[in-house]
């Protein structure tokens, strides 16, 4: 589908359309992210899903049989007791050529010049203004600022997309990304109001053909409505927002008794969550999931799912708004 | 100013601008109720703020010294030990002719008889989706539908008005005004992207030359940031989002600790927050306020900041945002 709004997210990561599709682990695999570069949006594959350096090749080599639009690949700086080999996979990054590097969790600075030196882009993903500062300072190309309504980590600040896309908009050079909450053409528009120059999705993204996620899953996104996620491990200051299953619910309760991060291990690993993930398995892990699963009612192709986004946007910004100027 | 954004909310309530002030109680004195319906917004005033039918007629008849534009009385019905005398408020309102009427708290269904009869438009304030059918479904010519952004009581689903606010548009057929996050020309052209027909401003409208609060008040939400906001008593099922001072973090700690409505009742008095109000003692009781503070940086005239939010706003819709189309 031709450009129908252009932006400097839109210039500077050379795609048709302001729409990025967040770096899921598990769930942004080669077929996703082909399909959302093919779409005209950015597709990003998280890194740590593929288990090492020899894994994110692979899954490289994949995505480039599906697509020769860019995509990139999301490396999220997380305080493991076991260091992850973050080198390797920056090796492999670099060596691939690949044009756009999604950055999130801890501080990238450790790693942004040998990231740079390969000529990708870095848009850091972040959850407060001043971190977002940071970013920017330290030299992040883009930032993509994440509010209260996301799926996985929204901080521990709880302050929403309204609030933080304008400040981050006003305080940064930069352009902004604005993500959480974000599912149609009505939040592509709200955002640009505010002054972000693109959208992240990653709740609406998984329920669409291409998601490689079990249809039973994508069956109960659709059927959520806007209440039905809930905050964990705040406790822990790893605040995580999920579907409020019979699980979530579970792990939420002895929260509130003072369980530590021994008793909650069982529950939320990640191999309960690959089992609801692939095998549909609704009670047995954790999902994360945005409050945006309320907007979302069907479970289209990818590519469907932009164009009538950026449509529904073009729409609004070319015809309905105007239409109420005085 | 002449008119910039016209919509159904602003032809229904017979206002130049879409921007209602929120009904805040002690706040909505007249002279803010004046200035903000003189700027062309709705003026809103608390009935419950002046005690008796008595006192509210005072109000009014002061709030008609000072405009001859249309203002709204804002009815919040409480689940209280001793009954408020909604009836005899009603009286008043119907009686002098007030031609907006704001429902608040709980369902108004066995007042809206009596109000409409009076011939007032009736605008229902809620949190929640379920909440603004029902709403719609009685005979609320109007809905406000208020995001966990906000100042006061955003509810128990703490749903954000990124994702209420389009919901309640597509899904009721009376108009939405949206509310929670905005102070604003960017959030209300979001609104307006978002679905709504307009917007409310409850903090914004505290930081005005208008507003009958202490200096120091209005001086310390220019200093506030976005992160400076916390909820309280959701142990009572009743939630509250206030500024984030000393008092309001030892509340926090005891509700944590399992106190009760018997020993949170003396700090969470109504005294001591009017004491922090008209005296400026800022530790000395609990302060609504909405995460829009953030936004907030000076204390403008009543009219020059209803100005610039439509000026802003039209300035989006006319300009910034079709200049994006490519």
Known sequence: MTQLIRTRVTDMLKIDHPIVQGGMMWVAQPELVAAVSNGGGLGIMAALTFGDAKGLEKAIARTRQLTDRPFGVNLTFLPTLIPKDYGSLIDVIVGE????????????????DRIKAG????IHK?????????????????????GFECAGHPGEDDVTSLILTPLAASQLTVPV???????????????LALGAEGINMGTRFMATAESPIHPAVKQK???????ETILLLRSLRNTERVWRNTLAERVASMEREGAGIEQLAPLISGKNGLRLLSEGELEAGLLPVGQSVGLISDIPAVAELIGRT???????LATRLPSLLA
């Open 119 to 122: 000529g990708a882009l870095v």
């Open 221 to 227: 996104l659709v059927e959520m409505n806007e209440t």
């Open 126 to 146: 972040c959850t407060a203004i001043r971190h977002a500062k940071k970013a920017e300072s330290i030299g992040c190309d883009i930032i993509s600022i994440d």
């Open 310 to 316: 950026v449509t529904q946007a073009h729409e609004l």
């Open 177 to 191: 990304i604005a993500s959480g909450g974000f599912a149609d053409g009505r939040g592509l528009a709200a955002a």
């Open 97 to 112: 050529g690949i044009p756009v590097v999604e950055t999130a969790g801890q501080n990238p600075e450790p790693w942004l």
